[in-house]
């Protein structure tokens, strides 16, 4: 019983390729996330979504393109991918806000993404 | 900016013995910090939090320090074991952020 899946786990692409990454999560949060971790390991916050409307864009490149088609689902699609997109990408959700905090974080294993 | 930083990349300790790893913050603003732990090839996964309001929080061989005077927090390991051993994130936030700010991160790795 997976909480928070993601797929695929591993993909390596050519340069200006373009690719997709999918999330679910079962625990009927209302926020879903994507992040992204590099080479040494930094997590960084690209994209959040609540009740499937955008509220953060961390200043990513507009070839990232999230899509939540319900709470449940918040996908990651990328465009012509670059060498330095190579990294793995995080989904996770969290409960609605309580009293305006972000909620406990739940992640995904991630999705290893090698541009060559 | 924004920055949570650690102030050591690895820390090695003996199987037994406590682990301290500790975690610098920038922003005056952020008023709840949680760490998380990441197993290799898995996504972080919560440890504990605290709040701004608290000094100290214990869970179950894991202790949380704050000190908001020079913006330091630390997640004390009693009795590391090698199951413990991972990378170990400091997170920050404040209320409407709707996001956390994860630090660099510290790997733990034990010896026997």
């Known amino acids: 019983d997976t909480a928070v899946s993601q797929t695929p786990k591993y993909l390596v692409t050519q340069m200006g390729n373009d690719k997709s990454i999918k999330c679910e999560q079962n625990?009927?949060?209302?926020?879903m996330y994507w992040y992204k971790q590099d080479s040494k390991k930094f997590l960084k916050i690209m994209f959040s979504?609540?009740?499937?409307?955008?509220?953060i864009n961390e200043t990513v490149p507009n070839r990232f393109s999230p899509k939540s088609p319900d709470k449940a689902h918040l996908n990651l699609h990328i465009n012509s991918l670059e060498l330095g997109d190579s990294a793995v990408y995080f989904c996770?959700?969290?409960?609605?806000?309580?009293?305006?905090?972000?909620?406990?974080?739940?992640f995904g294993e991630g999705s290893r993404l090698t541009v060559l | 900016g924004e920055s949570v930083g650690l102030h050591l990349p690895t820390l090695s300790v003996q199987e037994g013995d406590n682990s301290i790893i500790n975690c610098a913050y920038s922003?005056?603003?952020?008023?709840?910090f949680i760490w998380y732990k990441q197993e290799s090839g898995k996504g972080p996964q919560f440890i504990i939090d605290?709040?701004?309001?608290?000094d100290k929080r214990q869970g179950q061989r894991v202790t949380v320090l704050l000190n908001k005077t020079v913006k330091h927090l630390s997640l004390q390991i009693a009795a590391t074991q090698p199951g413990d051993s991972a990378v170990y994130f400091c997170?920050?936030?404040?209320?409407?952020?709707?996001?956390?700010?994860f630090g660099q991160g510290t790997r733990l790795t034990i010896n026997p």
């Open positions: 996770a959700s969290s409960r609605r806000e309580i009293a305006g905090y972000t909620g406990e974080l739940f």
């Open positions: 625990l009927g949060h209302d926020t």
């Open positions: 979504y609540n009740n499937k409307e955008l509220i």
């Open positions: 922003n005056s603003a952020s008023d709840y």
């Open positions: 605290i709040r701004s309001n608290m």
């Open positions: 997170a920050e936030t404040f209320q409407g952020a709707q996001k956390l700010v």
